[in-house]
């Protein structure tokens, strides 16, 4: 396996502030004016009123499209599924040709770089308490991306690539760990680990790398992971 290319791209800064809305896409400025709002002052600062303040309209403005703050952040969600299958789907494809062990490695490497880069979705979309991931394509979505955890897992069994376990703990384990070192990465608890901070994605793609090797019946697979 051809080792990862190291990503280059930084945890996504503060927006510009919104300019005053006059025309267009209402639905997508209040969208992204409440990004910028939770990058500002933090998701407890989110309100329908607030955010078309930002934009630049009346306040009964946003409530055509938002009738809610909870209907406001699931559509900020929304686009961040988006953007987490497009990443993942951008790391499937470079591992096309690689075992079904090290496919279900690029969903996990997916979720890292794109929750590295959108720190404010990542925490839209983990924050289920604020959002209707029921009553919206969140849960379709993510079940997509389970369904192929499960198939590539079930396959690298098949082809006995896996140390004998059960495979749904394989899968929650994967997604703890990648869900965990990304709020540890957002939270700022590297340093205090005493992590290196020059790469922190690569750092913690060595990391998950470490328990792919653990689940794997070879004693190290190919490529970045031998390396660590």
Known sequence: MQPPKKNSRKPAGK??????????????ALVDACVHLIEDKG???VSVREVAKLVGVSP??????FATRTALLTAVAEE????????????????ARETPLMQ??????????????????????????????EGSRLRSSNDL?????????????????LRP???KRYQIAARAMVYGLARMYIDGQFPSWGLPVDDPLAE?????????????????????????
């Open 60 to 65: 009964a403005a946003p409530f055509r499209h």
């Open 145 to 161: 991306i389970r369904v192929r955890m499960n198939e590539l897992m079930c396959d690298a069994a098949s082809q006995g690539l």
């Open 43 to 45: 998701l407890e600062a």
């Open 165 to 167: 376990g059960d495979i």
């Open 80 to 95: 961040a599924q988006e953007r987490l299958g497009a990443s993942i789907a951008d790391t499937l494809r470079a591992a």
């Open 15 to 28: 927006a510009a502030t919104p300019r005053a809305y006059h025309h267009g896409d209402l639905r997508k």
């Open 104 to 133: 279900f490695r690029a969903i996990g490497v997916g979720f890292l770089q794109w929750s590295f880069a959108n720190p404010t979705h990542f925490q839209v979309i983990s924050s289920r308490s604020v959002i209707d991931y």
């Open 204 to 228: 913690s793609i060595r990391i998950f790398d470490l328990f792919i090797i653990s689940i794997s019946m070879a004693a190290e697979p190919d490529g970045e992971a031998s390396k660590h």
